[in-house]
């Protein structure tokens, strides 16, 4: 099960490197603007009216058209960016890769002097994992930035982007002093951007500069008020780094730097959780919910917590009323079918199996959520009686390689009942010794010491 442990953290070092790609790719769920097409180009709304009527035509499916009024566009003013390169802005934000290329790939050759084409190219490289195409492309760009004149403030922008990119590069190379020289001057020449600090920390913290990494994440929280707490970045980062205790210190400081905020309690919730310290993740998870009683995911993680203890009855509780509160959330659905097919009560194991099979039908293939849904139906049948339908699914799962933890117990559990008690072992004793925790592990480690006992082996230690 994914508890979303390092999701905040995570979650903000996903937007740093997207700074490296500014001025790329517009959200295919953005709406697209002015602004969006020219970038700095310019610094009034003179142009906004003629880019405006691009984008209009763009919408209608008029792309010659577009095409005619964004080169009239450069034509007038040769401080905006390359028509091909606006072009490729447009087809990026309904999606279209391979037009967008095209579009690239054209502007290339039409304005061989202007580095945008190459910063978006190398851009799409590395967003595909094509990393040593990005970094030629990012030194391609880098080359002609340096002897670009046309427009100062594009000039700049450019040299964000290639010192930005250049990092990604390193940083996904873990060439972490490669990666510290080029963040450094993207902060000289950028000095209020969060998203390079944030970076900056967390490549500091990779060459063994704590103290200058916690200041850098300090910097980043200056300027940006919604940016991780340093505290909690450090603890982020000593936890990856199996730094448990450390980790644990940063997060006992993060709760005296900020007592009051849900966010830091729910995070030192998920910590504990993961680590097995059942009672400090309860007594976060409580204070979480106490500093905010509508936050949904502290009441998801409070049933959670109640889940591992085995304290069903206080996890219905707790998971009823996050279902109550966002019916359409899968995490909440799944874990509370789990919690109710444990009950005694027919209504409960006959909602269990409603809410399980709502979610296999919601949640087809192609999506994160079709594997849990089917794995959860099919612990649902099981607990019903219904093993055949339960053994066909999830043998369908297994040979798919995409059982999860709780899942490898359901089908050690299930091939117990059938007689197989060596091909069991064999699951629990791999998912044990890979897994530090899960929802059934507590459930796991029994099934696996009785099991052991049967055939006169030591039993399993209890984690």
Not at 247 to 271: G, M
């Amino acid at each position: 099960m994914d508890y979303g442990f390092r999701f905040q953290f995570r979650q903000w070092m996903m937007v740093a490197v997207a700074a490296a790609m500014a001025g790329s790719a517009v959200s295919a769920q953005a709406q697209v603007t002015a602004q969006a097409l020219v970038g700095s180009a310019v610094s009034d709304d003179s142009m906004d009216k003629e880019i405006n009527n691009a984008i209009a035509r763009f919408r209608d499916r008029d792309i010659d058209g577009c095409r005619a009024i964004l080169e009239r566009a450069k034509s007038n003013n040769p401080k905006l960016p390359p028509p091909g390169v606006m072009m490729a802005t447009l087809w990026l934000a309904v999606n279209q890769l391979p037009q967008a290329r095209e579009e690239l790939e054209n502007a290339a050759v039409k304005s061989p002097a202007d580095p945008e084409s190459y910063l978006k190219l190398g851009d799409l490289a590395f967003g595909e994992g094509r990393i040593t195409d990005s970094a030629v492309l990012f030194d391609k760009a880098s080359v002609l930035t340096a002897a670009f004149t046309e427009n100062q403030k594009r000039k700049r922008d450019f040299d964000i982007r290639c010192e930005a990119g250049t990092a990604a590069v390193a940083e996904r190379r873990r060439q972490w002093d490669v990666a510290q020289k080029n963040l450094a001057k993207w902060i000289e020449l950028d000095p209020d951007n969060a998203g390079s600090r944030l970076r900056m920390g967390n490549v500091l913290f990779q060459l063994g500069k704590e103290t200058e990494a916690l200041e850098q994440f300090r910097e980043a929280k200056k300027i940006d008020k919604n940016a991780p707490l340093p505290e909690l970045a450090m603890a982020q980062r000593n936890d990856e780094a199996k730094k448990r205790d450390a980790a644990k210190k940063w997060i006992q400081d993060a709760i005296k730097a900020a007592p009051s905020d849900s966010a830091v309690q729910l995070f030192a919730a998920r910590w504990y959780l993961q680590q097995n310290e059942l009672e400090a993740a309860k007594a976060a998870a409580d204070t979480a919910i106490k500093l905010d009683a509508k936050n949904l995911e502290a009441k998801f993680v409070r049933g959670l917590v109640a889940r591992v203890g085995r304290d069903y009855t206080t996890a219905e509780k707790f998971l009823n009323e996050a279902h109550f509160q966002s019916p359409g959330n899968f995490d909440v659905s799944n874990s509370l079918a789990l919690i109710l097919i444990e009950s005694e009560n027919d209504d409960d194991r006959r909602r269990a199996l409603e809410l399980a099979d709502t979610n296999v039908a919601k949640y087809r293939e192609n999506t994160p959520q079709q594997i849990p849904a089917v794995t959860t139906l099919a612990w649902v049948f099981y607990k019903l009686g219904r093993r055949e339908d339960a053994e066909r699914i999830l043998e369908q799962v297994r040979r798919s390689n995409a059982l999860s933890s709780d899942g490898a117990y359901y089908v050690a559990k299930i091939l117990t009942d059938r007689g197989e008690k060596d091909l069991a072992r064999k699951i629990l004793d791999e998912v044990l010794a890979n897994e530090p925790m899960f929802a059934t592990r507590s459930d796991a480690v029994d099934l696996l010491s009785k099991l052991k006992k049967e055939a006169g082996e030591q039993p399993a230690e209890k984690k």
